[in-house]
């Protein structure tokens, strides 16, 4: 596995933005998002391809950009709009390694 570790969680007030960073230690391949919040299983959020290509969740799309920078083996993901409802643990995953952060939270205020 490969390690992966998040930053750029905290508290937001609704319609705020932040930016989530997820390092791994070596050179990653695609790269997704997922969140949970308590009594809910994990869902995914987007997901970028190593050529660049994303895919986001409908609820998202438009609001949740994902980018990644290739040299320092880091995938950015911007969080714009936010409102209460995307409040979770939002956790990075390499798919091919089955590897996963260890999250960050997000907490957007009313």
């Known amino acids: 596995q490969v390690q992966l570790v998040e930053s750029g969680g905290g508290w937001v007030p609704g319609g705020g933005s932040l930016t989530l960073s997820c390092a791994g230690q070596?050179?990653?391949?695609?790269m997704a998002w997922y969140r949970q919040v308590p009594g809910k299983q994990r869902e995914f959020v987007a997901l970028?391809?190593?050529?660049?290509?994303?895919k986001y969740q409908g609820s998202v799309s438009g609001r949740f950009t994902i980018a990644r920078n290739e040299a320092n083996n880091i995938v950015y993901f911007q969080l714009n709009s936010l409102p209460p409802a995307d409040t979770a643990v939002y956790y990075c995953?390499?798919?091919?390694?089955?590897?996963w952060g260890q999250g960050t939270q997000v907490t957007v205020g009313t």
């Open positions: 995953n390499e798919p091919l390694t089955h590897s």
């Open positions: 070596e050179s990653i391949g695609a």
């Open positions: 970028i391809s190593r050529d660049g290509n994303t």
